[in-house]
C-alpha cells in the first residue's frame, strides 16, 4: 500500500522522500536544510504527461503539512478508484489538480541511458542537471541490458552504470529553483 509512505513522512515531520531505486548523481547547490518552494509539496520524478502537470513520487519533498495534505488527496484518491484493478500514489498524483502540487522534473529514468554502448555519451546529456537517476522495474524493461542480464540483476546494472557514469560524465550543478510551470 502506497500510502504509508506518505504518512510515514508527515509523521517524520516532513522532508525528502525518495524511492529505493533512485539514486543521487549530481549535487544541490545548497545545504539541504530549507526545503524547496517553501515546504510546498514538490515532485522531482520524470514527468508523465507535462499536460496535467503529473510526475513519478520517485523524489519527493514537502513540509509535515504539505505531506498530511496530500496524503489525505491520495486516500480520497483511493476510496474514489476503490474497483480499480490497481491503483498508485503515482495514478493518484496523475488525477489531482495542477495546482495540489510542484513539479521539477530532475530525475532521469535509466531506459534513456540504458540504450546500448552506442549511446553512451549521450548519457552525459540526458544526466546533465538531473539530480537522481530511476532505475526503475519499468526502465528496465524498456532499456538495453548486457547480453544475460535480467532485471533481476538490476543492483549490479545500476552499480555499473554508476561507475561508468562517474568516470565519463561532468558533474553538474541542480539549482532548486529550475521550476517548470
Given at each position: 500500500?502506497y500510502?504509508?509512505?506518505?504518512?510515514?513522512?508527515?509523521?517524520a515531520?516532513?522532508?525528502?522522500?525518495?524511492?529505493?531505486d533512485?539514486?543521487?548523481?549530481?549535487?544541490?547547490?545548497?545545504?539541504?536544510?530549507?526545503?524547496?518552494?517553501?515546504?510546498?509539496?514538490?515532485?522531482?520524478?520524470?514527468?508523465?504527461?507535462?499536460?496535467?502537470?503529473?510526475?513519478?513520487?520517485?523524489?519527493?519533498s514537502g513540509?509535515?503539512?504539505e505531506?498530511t495534505?496530500?496524503?489525505?488527496?491520495?486516500?480520497?484518491s483511493?476510496?474514489?478508484?476503490k474497483?480499480?484493478n490497481?491503483?498508485?500514489d503515482?495514478?493518484?498524483?496523475?488525477?489531482?489538480?495542477?495546482?495540489?502540487?510542484?513539479?521539477?522534473?530532475?530525475?532521469?529514468?535509466?531506459?534513456?541511458?540504458?540504450?546500448?554502448?552506442?549511446?553512451?555519451?549521450e548519457?552525459c546529456?540526458?544526466?546533465?542537471?538531473?539530480?537522481?537517476?530511476?532505475?526503475?522495474?519499468?526502465?528496465?524493461?524498456?532499456g538495453?541490458?548486457?547480453?544475460g542480464?535480467?532485471l533481476?540483476?538490476?543492483?549490479?546494472?545500476?552499480?555499473?552504470?554508476?561507475r561508468?557514469?562517474?568516470?565519463?560524465?561532468?558533474?553538474?550543478e541542480?539549482?532548486?529553483e529550475?521550476?517548470?510551470?
Amino acid at each position: 500500500v502506497y500510502i504509508h509512505r506518505w504518512l510515514a513522512m508527515a509523521v517524520a515531520g516532513g522532508g525528502w522522500m525518495t524511492d529505493y531505486d533512485v539514486l543521487p548523481i549530481n549535487p544541490f547547490d545548497w545545504e539541504g536544510r530549507d526545503l524547496p518552494n517553501d515546504g510546498k509539496l514538490t515532485v522531482y520524478g520524470d514527468t508523465i504527461d507535462a499536460r496535467h502537470h503529473s510526475a513519478v513520487p520517485s523524489l519527493v519533498s514537502g513540509s509535515r503539512e504539505e505531506w498530511t495534505r496530500v496524503a489525505g488527496l491520495i486516500i480520497d484518491s483511493y476510496v474514489e478508484h476503490k474497483n480499480e484493478n490497481h491503483w498508485s500514489d503515482m495514478n493518484a498524483l496523475q488525477h489531482m489538480d495542477y495546482e495540489e502540487f510542484e513539479v521539477i522534473p530532475s530525475v532521469a529514468v535509466a531506459n534513456d541511458v540504458l540504450q546500448g554502448e552506442k549511446t553512451e555519451n549521450e548519457a552525459c546529456i540526458v544526466t546533465e542537471g538531473m539530480r537522481a537517476i530511476h532505475f526503475s522495474h519499468y526502465a528496465l524493461q524498456h532499456g538495453v541490458l548486457r547480453p544475460g542480464e535480467t532485471l533481476n540483476d538490476r543492483p549490479q546494472i545500476a552499480k555499473r552504470w554508476l561507475r561508468w557514469w562517474d568516470q565519463n560524465c561532468d558533474i553538474t550543478e541542480v539549482s532548486v529553483e529550475n521550476r517548470i510551470k
